[in-house]
């Protein structure tokens, strides 16, 4: 059973700033691998997928990058609405849909 | 405007049902495939159930195969979510959402594009 593991669990970084979450897999999985932004009391919103096209929407600061087993989501220019949890999840293998631990951007 | 809202969440006591029920609006319910997320208080998210269009397909994580039971209304645009013998464990947020499916490998898999609010069930007594 492949696993997603996000790193670091906490990121803190100053608004302005560039922040690079990692996303590794147990497995490969090309490049089927999507990134979500979570605010509190919010439902997961779809930033990446394909692991590097953006959603509709989805502001130019974020980007993704990677495959096979290694993602990145970097946000550059931190603004106020970027500080939340970001999850990866992986759609290539067995079980379908499974999503990271995820990682917390807060303000440092 | 693209909407899910789902409804339905309650305090229930463990061996309990619940119905969990989420209503579309602003795309074509009909040719969508349908999905219930969850995440347990303080924790990551975890796919449980998929239906397919004309809801003849059907897909569950094992933790509630045999419990939980998907089924849609075309017609009413709504999803649901039918809950039996609850456990503290199925304590959380669910979501309901529209997943994007794709075959990869010869595999069905998916992720999401459109997520409801949430709503919130928890198992205790």
């Known amino acids: 059973e492949g696993v997603l593991r996000q790193s670091p669990v906490t990121l803190s970084v100053s608004p302005g700033e560039r922040a690079t979450l990692s996303c590794r897999a147990s497995q490969s999985l090309g490049t089927n691998v999507a990134w979500y932004q979570q605010k509190p009391g919010q439902a997961p919103r779809l930033l990446i997928y394909?692991?590097?096209t953006r959603a509709t929407g989805v502001s130019a600061r974020f980007s993704g990058s990677g495959s096979e087993t290694e993602f990145t989501l970097t946000i550059s220019g931190l603004q106020s609405e970027d500080f939340a949890v970001y999850y990866c999840q992986q759609y290539n293998n067995w079980p379908p849909g499974t999503f990271g631990q995820g990682t917390k951007v807060e303000i440092k | 405007e693209v909407q899910l809202v789902d409804s339905g969440g309650d305090l229930v006591q463990p061996g309990g049902s619940l119905r969990l029920s989420c209503s579309a609006s602003?795309?074509?319910?009909?040719?969508?495939?349908m999905s219930w997320v969850r995440q347990a208080p303080g924790k990551g998210l975890e796919w449980v159930a998929n239906?397919?269009?004309?809801?003849?397909?059907?897909y569950y994580v094992d933790s509630v195969r045999g419990r939980f039971t998907i089924s849609r209304d075309n017609a009413r645009k709504s999803l649901y979510l039918q809950m039996n013998n609850l456990r503290a464990e199925d304590t959380a947020v669910y979501y309901c959402a529209r997943p994007l499916v794709l075959i990869v490998n010869t595999m069905y898999n998916f992720y999401f594009d459109i997520w409801g609010r949430g709503t919130l069930v928890t198992v205790s007594s």
């Open positions: 394909g692991a590097s």
């Open positions: 602003g795309f074509i319910f009909s040719s969508s495939w």
């Open positions: 239906i397919g269009e004309d809801g003849s397909e059907k």
